[in-house]
């Protein structure tokens, strides 16, 4: 039987709390897993991880960490904005 990928949707949703090491063990290898076969998604994580870094460099080093969860209408708008692929 083969496992399901999880969506886009689900990399973006769950994005801090991976990078945060808040995922369960399970539910981050599920996120590997779909990053492994997404280059898209792989481009985005870096991107995020650079934007972070800028922010944090730009306030000091004292960036709080935001949200857990993105709102379902940034998601829907950041996957708007996309290539296709």
Do not use: D
């Amino acid at each position: 039987m083969s496992q399901k990928y999880i969506t886009c949707e689900e990399v973006i949703t769950f994005l801090l709390s991976y990078l945060s090491g808040e995922l369960s063990a399970e539910k981050a290898g599920e996120f590997e897993r779909h990053l492994a076969v997404c280059p898209s998604c792989v481009h985005y994580l870096k991107t995020y991880k650079a934007t972070v870094e800028l922010g944090r460099n730009a306030l000091g080093g004292t960036a709080e960490p935001g949200p857990s969860a993105l709102a379902p209408e940034m998601v829907r708008a950041i996957l708007a904005l996309r290539p296709p692929g």
